[in-house]
């Protein structure tokens, strides 16, 4: 039976980690924009960190969930809701068959992750289940979700049976129940409209002019509405090099900031391309891409430099986190009385 999309939202796509081994055929990586918030999602359904998960942009989708489920929402708040009543994100939370999902105003972040205990019967692209819309593959027909697509449900582990039991005999008036403990999102980088973002050097900052990278440390860029899950393009103080310079185009990453000859910065992102031919002035470290993927357009960021070393640091202590809070989930849904 599955889900039901009513209203589809301003942008859903299916999404997981994303498609790798095949960007030297010029396949894209694709993938969940803020990976930690879809990966504690899947968590606290008991499924593997890289199952899909419905990822929704600013404003949400209205679902109707036909049968008995077990969901989570991490992310940014988009207000969301269960036949017209406020449920908590963070937390898994059982919904009765019928029950209509929807979401309201987007109170902060812009990417909200929805996730399903079983996750979704589709079948995997080149081993993912990442949408790629520019090239039409993987999710649900390679394309974002619209008015009644019906996607079909896996089965929950054996594990969470007796937990979902449990919740199934709490039902509230409203078609839902939740337990009372719930994951403290301070394990994950705070949302801000105006965030300072962690960068390392990037390989050809020193061609840049002097005044230019200090005013790449120094000035804020804005977000354009010309983004999106390939870039954020950023608007500010132009950015210039000390002279022409004649490069080769060769891999980018995640987080690569390129500036193209008008000066404006542009952010690479889940859906980048697999090379470029702009010259790299920095590096976003792994664990401030998700500060990235809640910036919408209209907020602002500032960059602070940082060393590798300490880049590598804040991701090892990002993800000895999210396996201590693995580890934590299990206890809590053994122990729910």
């Known amino acids: 039976m ?43 359904v008991g499924n593997d960190e890289d199952a899909a998960t419905l990822e929704i942009t600013l404003l949400g989708p209205e679902i109707l969930i036909k049968e008995d489920a077990l969901i989570a929402i991490c992310g940014g708040d988009l207000s969301p809701s269960i036949n017209n009543c406020r449920i908590p994100m963070w937390r898994p939370v059982y919904v009765k068959g019928g029950s209509t999902l ?16 079983g996750s979704f019967k589709l079948k995997a692209v080149m081993g993912s289940k990442s949408t790629y819309l520019r090239g039409e593959i993987g999710g649900y027909q390679g394309r974002k979700l619209k008015k009644g697509d019906i996607i079909n449900l896996n089965n929950p582990s054996c594990q969470l049976v007796n937990f979902i039991n449990i919740l199934s005999k709490n039902v509230n ?52 509405s010309q983004s999106d899950r390939m870039g954020y393009r950023l608007k500010g103080e132009e950015l210039r090099l000390e002279e022409p310079l004649e490069m080769i185009s060769e891999a980018v990453s995640l987080g690569t900031i390129q500036v193209p000859p008008d000066g404006n910065p542009i952010l690479l992102l889940a859906d980048r391309q697999t090379t470029g031919g702009y010259p790299k002035i920095a590096q976003v470290i792994t664990a401030d891409i998700p500060l990235v993927a809640q910036l919408k357009p209209g907020d602002s960021v500032r960059f602070e430099e940082v060393s590798l070393e300490r880049a590598q640091r804040l991701f090892i202590l990002r993800e000895e986190s999210i396996e201590e809070l693995k580890t934590t989930i299990k206890i809590k849904m053994k122990g729910e009385k």
Request: with cysteine; aromatic share 14%.
């Open 2 to 44: 599955g889900i039901e999309i009513k209203n589809p939202g301003l942008f859903t796509t299916v999404q997981d980690l994303g498609r790798y081994g095949f960007r030297k055929y010029g396949v894209v990586v694709s993938g969940a924009m803020d990976e930690a918030s879809h990966r504690v999602a899947n968590l606290l």
């Open 102 to 117: 929807s979401f309201g105003k987007c109170a902060s972040g812009a990417r909200a992750y929805i996730s399903f205990a």
């Open 173 to 224: 008036s409203n078609g839902f129940s939740f337990p009372k403990w719930f994951i403290n999102k301070s394990i994950l980088s705070e949302h801000s409209k105006n965030p300072a973002i962690r960068v390392v050097k990037g390989g050809e900052m020193d061609y840049f002019h002097k005044e230019s990278i200090k005013a790449f440390f120094n000035e804020r860029f804005m977000i354009t």
